[in-house]
């Protein structure tokens, strides 16, 4: 997705300033006004910010690896899932 669009799919979603953003990937699921990138970046918020471009690089190598765009978001939305709870995990132990 362009920069253009995904400053489209926050305003419309009424997300923060795109410099308050964590890295996040470039490709995600968007059609009409469905759009993933609030999800993702809820998400990404979680993760370290040393490790946000790896996660975001490893969402984009799963979203992309799929034969079926849908397979490939759910299977990119659940690995983005799991890290997410982990981190979080760590950071309610500390």
Same mark, same amino acid.
């Given at each position: 997705?362009?920069?253009?669009?995904?400053?489209?799919?926050?305003?419309?979603?009424?997300?923060?300033?795109?410099r308050d953003l964590p890295i996040y !990937?470039? &490709?995600?699921?968007?059609?009409?006004?469905?759009?993933?990138? @609030?999800?993702?970046? /809820?998400?990404?918020? %979680?993760? !370290?910010? &040393?490790?946000?471009?790896?996660?975001?690089?490893?969402?984009? @190598?799963?979203?992309? /690896?799929?034969?079926? %765009?849908?397979?490939?978001?759910?299977?990119?939305?659940?690995?983005?899932?799991?890290?997410?709870?982990?981190?979080?995990?760590?950071?309610?132990?500390?």
């Amino acid at each position: 997705m362009s920069d253009q669009k995904a400053q489209k799919c926050i305003k419309e979603n009424k997300l923060i300033d795109a410099r308050d953003l964590p890295i996040y !990937p470039i &490709h995600y699921f968007q059609r009409g006004k469905t759009c993933d990138l @609030k999800w993702i970046i /809820s998400h990404m918020r %979680n993760i !370290p910010a &040393h490790k946000q471009r790896e996660v975001a690089d490893e969402y984009e @190598k799963i979203y992309g /690896s799929a034969r079926s %765009n849908y397979l490939g978001r759910d299977l990119a939305n659940k690995y983005l899932l799991e890290l997410s709870k982990e981190f979080r995990t760590m950071k309610a132990r500390a």
